[in-house]
């Protein structure tokens, strides 16, 4: 038997999520160019060299997308501001870039949706990118003017406002694996990065709260790490891992200090003097936002470079993406967060989804697969709440297939299938399900 709303807090909230680079088509509107154009240009680094310049094109067709959020019984939707589309240059405001935020949220609240805005899901303007991005300090007082323009603009008619999506994402995998833009492999920029993405954080709280914004929060991605055995040694990788990923931001934030087994490697190549910062990065918090998506078997791997660990294959079933399907991870991550670190504070699954390699069969999409997964991890939802987490929402991602970054095109996690040909779009029968699931 699914679960129903009315398996949930009469106030829960339903979503479904998407960020702005990945939908809305960056080839107009005033938007400027960002480390991702640049990122994808670059022979290798996307499958099929693929970019954002039309995506989804939901800059021209969001009346219909929010349709379908209404249609699917949803109460909120969780959306991304795009810097490079507010502010071209980082700096000087796009006045259409501003007013299709100011429409898109309008329309949100015409169809009943309440509007939940991340402001940085990764879209980097190219000139703040030419000075060194994230591992220039001056980048994080730039996200600060950011965050006051746009919050000024739509501010008064957001249900919350989260400052960074995913800063392992924008620091870890981007600068020290390269995996995503600017795509260094440089661990002095990393260290950098995992500092100044969390000061541009601490700072843009810091200044909408000088205005009176309400409901400030961040979203962080969190990946379960066991090891592989039961050996000293792979259970420091798993530690190390665990560090890195999940506890490096949240304690930033809510500790004022860093891992020790991160410091390990990362002390050396800090900025000078950060420790002054962390009263800055350890603004109070509104919400958190919660995104869970796998998890990983870690090993050690004693004589190369720290931080000396290795991914071992995991036994269970596997996405698009070949992550491992593992929804007691998003339990586990719930009650440990309200354990350890937040208490009673709100918090939202602000993304939980999964590719699969979909195709439209006699006009439709049977994606059973996905539906399991939704219903799993909705169920480990429920039974966080039961084992005393406060957590007021779930938001799936993603409502439509769109760019997944490196992977360009080729990877679906949408609820409704898009035609990257046509741009038509077609609910899969996971968007039915969760539909039936939400109605009244």
Request: glycine residues 8%; contains cysteine; proline residues 6%.
């Amino acid at each position: 038997m699914k679960l129903t709303r009315n398996d949930f807090p009469d106030d829960f909230l339903f979503g479904a999520a998407t960020a702005a680079y990945q939908i809305e088509g960056h080839g107009f509107g005033g938007a400027g160019p960002t480390h991702w154009d640049t990122f994808a240009a670059t022979p290798g680094n996307v499958m099929r060299a693929e970019d954002g310049r039309l995506a989804c094109d939901h800059y021209h067709r969001w009346p219909a997308d929010l349709d379908l959020l209404k249609a699917g019984n949803f109460d909120a939707y969780r959306f991304s501001t795009s810097w490079a589309r507010v502010m071209p240059d980082g700096r000087t405001v796009n006045p259409e870039g501003i007013d299709f935020y100011d429409k898109l949220v309008d329309g949100m609240l015409e169809r009943g949706l309440k509007p939940f805005q991340t402001l940085y899901h990764w879209e980097m303007p190219s000139a703040l990118a030419d000075l060194g991005g994230w591992t220039n300090r001056d980048t994080c007082h730039h996200f600060a003017d950011f965050a006051e323009v746009i919050s000024r603009k739509i501010g008064d008619r957001v249900a919350t406002t989260a400052t960074i999506n995913e800063p392992w994402c924008v620091a870890w995998l981007s600068h020290f694996i390269g995996a995503h833009a600017p795509g260094q492999r440089d661990i002095r920029a990393t260290a950098r990065a995992m500092h100044h993405i969390l000061l541009a954080h601490g700072a843009a709280v810091d200044r909408m709260r000088s205005f009176g914004q309400p409901n400030l929060g961040i979203v962080l991605n969190f990946d379960h790490a066991a090891p592989a055995t039961d050996t000293p040694a792979d259970i420091r990788a798993a530690a190390t891992w665990d560090g890195i990923f999940n506890r490096w931001f949240i304690e930033g934030i809510t500790k004022g200090s860093y891992p020790v087994e991160v410091m390990e490697g990362l002390a050396p190549h800090m900025p000078a003097n950060w420790q002054a910062d962390m009263p800055m990065i350890g603004q109070r918090l509104d919400w958190l936002g919660v995104n869970y998506y796998t998890r990983h078997l870690l090993a050690d791997a004693s004589g190369t470079p720290w931080p000396s660990l290795r991914d071992v294959p995991g036994p269970l079933p596997k996405t698009q993406m070949d992550w491992e399907i593992y929804p007691e991870g998003l339990h586990g991550f719930l009650t440990r967060m309200a354990r350890d670190y937040v208490g009673d504070m709100p918090m939202y699954v602000t993304e939980n989804g999964m590719a699969n390699a979909d195709e439209i069969l006699n006009g439709s999409v049977i994606d059973v697969m996905r539906e399991d997964y939704l219903f799993a991890h909705l169920d480990a939802t429920k039974r966080a709440i039961a084992d005393g987490a406060n957590v007021k929402g779930f938001f799936y991602w993603s409502l439509l297939d769109n760019y997944e970054w490196a992977e360009g095109y080729e990877k679906r996690f949408g609820l409704v299938h898009v035609d990257f040909q046509t741009l038509k779009r077609t609910p899969k029968a996971s968007y039915h399900a969760l539909t039936r699931a939400l109605a009244r």
